[in-house]
């Protein structure tokens, strides 16, 4: 358990965050990327918002550059931040990452070293020289114990899904264990809106597929406030009750996306709506004057930044129109 932390302790960068908030992209100013007649036009316009230069002739260039400057804010943060387990939180997802590419190219005998990211808890070079030689004591949470998994289940198998399955679990226990451990409701109820949305995810496409309910079980992660044993049933009902299951938590649009996918309906709508589901329950955090809450709600605005200059960028680069990629932005433009 980390060190008790008061709300007072973050009144000084709860302030800065504030104010860090101008910075992030308006609903204007997605209009005006949305409107960009070429992608130099967007990467001038990002440029003019605040954005490093940006290469539109070489997209993995621009998604480097974006990498770069989340790590910058991470790193910025960090040394402000009270506690920064804090921010671990925001780094677990691309330590297991690694931990997939590092995996299946060490069984398929290549190299992973041009997927890697440095955006994890621990620094990719690190990371792969650790697996390599085996030295896994060393690393944060949980690690050590969904390297020895992972590994394992992908010699016996020789099955890519089946290993990052079982690491999709680890990451889950290890985001849940780090929240836990910090000590905050705030952050302990987020993560497990995550997990409540990826269940519900899994439940989704394992129906639509036409998977078992013996099959979701494996699948299934533990800790989220809608238990498996209640997703189990609606899926050995074909989907029966899903929307009564959901009606009254925070992800009852998602699960009414969710129902209408199962029928034909679009998977992109009912994605955005379980992300949409995560970004609502941090809108709290803008009513809160101080304390961890402030700071996680910019990061994950932050987070949700990145991801639609993603979309919109790819979006734009393939010809897709204006009003199709805006319907596709997560929540979270101010």
Known sequence: MSKQIKDVDYLAISARVRAMENGLLTAEQYDQ?????????????????????LDPSHPDDMDAALSEDRSAMLEDLGSSIPDPGYLDVFKIKYDYHNIKAILKAEAME???????????????EELAGALREGELSGLPGLL?????????????????????????????????KTAEDTGSDF??????RQLD?????????????????????????????????????????AGGGLLELYAPTDLADAAEAGSAALSGGSLTEFEKRCDDAVNAYLDAARLIPFGEAPVLSYLAMRETEYMNLRIVLLGHSAGIPADVIRSRLRAGCV
Do not use: H
């Open 33 to 53: 990327l949305l409107a960009a007649k070429s992608d130099e036009e967007v990467a001038k316009l990002l440029q003019s918002f605040g954005y490093p230069q």
């Open 197 to 237: 949305c990826a269940n519900l995810r899994t439940l989704v496409r394992t129906l639509r597929m036409g998977k078992t309910a013996d099959f979701l079980r494996g699948v299934l992660f533990e800790g989220g406030e809608v238990g498996t044993d209640e997703l189990l049933r609606v899926s050995a009902n």
């Open 187 to 192: 952050l302990l109820g987020f993560v497990r």
């Open 144 to 176: 050590e114990e969904a390297v020895a998994e992972g590994r394992e289940v992908l010699s016996a198998t020789r099955d890519p899904q089946l290993g990052d399955a079982a690491l999709d679990k680890w990451y889950f226990r290890d985001l849940l």
């Open 110 to 124: 290549t190299s992973a070293s041009g997927i890697l990211t440095d955006l994890g808890r621990v620094k990719a």
